[in-house]
């Protein structure tokens, strides 16, 4: 990417839009082509190519998406199927047709099966049966790397399709309905000690394992990416254009819980409510191949936690008690 390029941001509120652009301002690239949900519908086709024939970006971040927890997940299945493989659809023909130089879409780590083996390599794509609580999504997301390759083999595009570990961070989605593991603990926490609570219910058993990877990590890794000298990004569209941006270490639900609960200072005890779902057991991605690059995340989960919920405290504490 040259400093003066044309980017377009999809998804640029988003907790992964806004810090692609946080870094990519830092970085000096500054000519950033934004559009709201409200002015640019990415699941009009019509308006979609119009958008893309008329403004010429010459890459593209895709972080637009239909995104949330297991509930949402769970009541939701249609929408999360139906909008994301319109949403990738849409952006990645249009960017091929305007001629769009780099791409990089955004999908998630829940792409691998349920059962793989541990850390996850990109190669274990699609060898096995995917964890059910989000399989339309995971789907529409493994829709969208096959997309990419194949653009890739007959049209010589060259999109590249991200997979981070689970995200957190300022902007994060605090929704009680339709939040991820990290803003749930945190909105429980900052409540129990608003309301003076002795005790907070945690979702499942807390055993699962999971790796969390603060978003303006992987908005340095995204802009890192797509910023690769041309043979070392060409090198990474050889095969299924894939790669993980992660941190490498895992947590259990408990001890994120107990980080938590350090962070805001709250000291009542954690009950884990094992009559919700758990997920998949263990999701700890292999990031070998973006280490090899020369990439590392900087934030401990510590400091990520302190950020996040610094950056919410004024919407936490506005909020109504449930
Ligand atoms: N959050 C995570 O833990 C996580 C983990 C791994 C991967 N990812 C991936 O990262 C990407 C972004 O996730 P995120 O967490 O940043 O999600 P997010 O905070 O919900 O942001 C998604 C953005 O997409 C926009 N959007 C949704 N539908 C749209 C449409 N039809 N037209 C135009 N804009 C639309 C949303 O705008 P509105 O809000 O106005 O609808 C929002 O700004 C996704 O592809 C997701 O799979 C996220």
Not at 219 to 231: G, S, T
Not at 292 to 309: C, M, R, S, V
């Amino acid at each position: 990417m040259e400093k003066n390029s044309l980017i377009y941001v999809a998804g640029h509120r988003g907790l992964v839009g806004s810090a692609i652009c946080r870094s990519l301002r830092q970085q000096g690239f500054d000519r950033l082509l934004l559009r709201t949900h409200a002015e640019l519908d990415l699941t009009d086709a019509v308006a979609v190519q119009r958008f893309f024939a008329q403004e010429r970006p010459a890459h593209v971040f895709l972080a637009a998406a239909k995104v949330g927890g297991i509930l949402a997940n769970d009541l939701y299945p249609a929408d999360f199927i139906r909008e994301n493989l319109i949403i990738q659809t849409n952006v990645i023909d249009a960017s091929y047709r305007a001629g769009v130089d780099r791409l990089l879409f955004l999908g998630s780590s829940c792409i691998y099966p349920k059962l793989c083996p541990q850390p996850i390599k990109e190669e274990y794509l699609l060898t096995g049966p995917l964890e059910p609580t989000n399989r339309p999504y995971a789907l529409a997301k493994i829709a969208g790397i096959e997309m990419c390759w194949s653009y890739n083999r007959q049209f010589r595009t060259r999109y590249l399709a991200a997979m981070p570990a689970n995200l957190y961070g300022p902007g994060d989605n605090f929704d009680p309905q339709n939040s991820h593991v990290l803003p749930a603990l945190i909105r429980k926490v900052a409540e129990a000690k608003a309301l003076g609570r002795k005790q907070i219910v945690v979702w499942g058993t807390g055993t699962p394992r999971r790796e969390l990877l603060f978003s303006e990590d992987l908005a340095e890794a995204c802009v890192f990416l797509m910023n690769l000298p041309e043979d070392v990004y060409s090198g990474l569209l050889s095969g299924v254009p894939l790669i993980n941006i992660g941190t490498g270490q895992d947590v259990n639900i408990r001890e994120l819980a107990e980080q938590v609960c350090a962070a805001l200072h709250f000291k009542g005890d954690l009950i884990f409510d094992t009559t919700k779902p758990d997920g998949t057991p263990q999701k700890l991605l292999d990031i070998t191949r973006i280490a090899d690059l020369g990439w590392k995340p900087k934030t401990t989960l510590a400091e990520g936690i302190n950020q996040t919920y610094e950056a919410a405290r004024p919407q936490l504490e506005a909020l109504p008690a449930r």
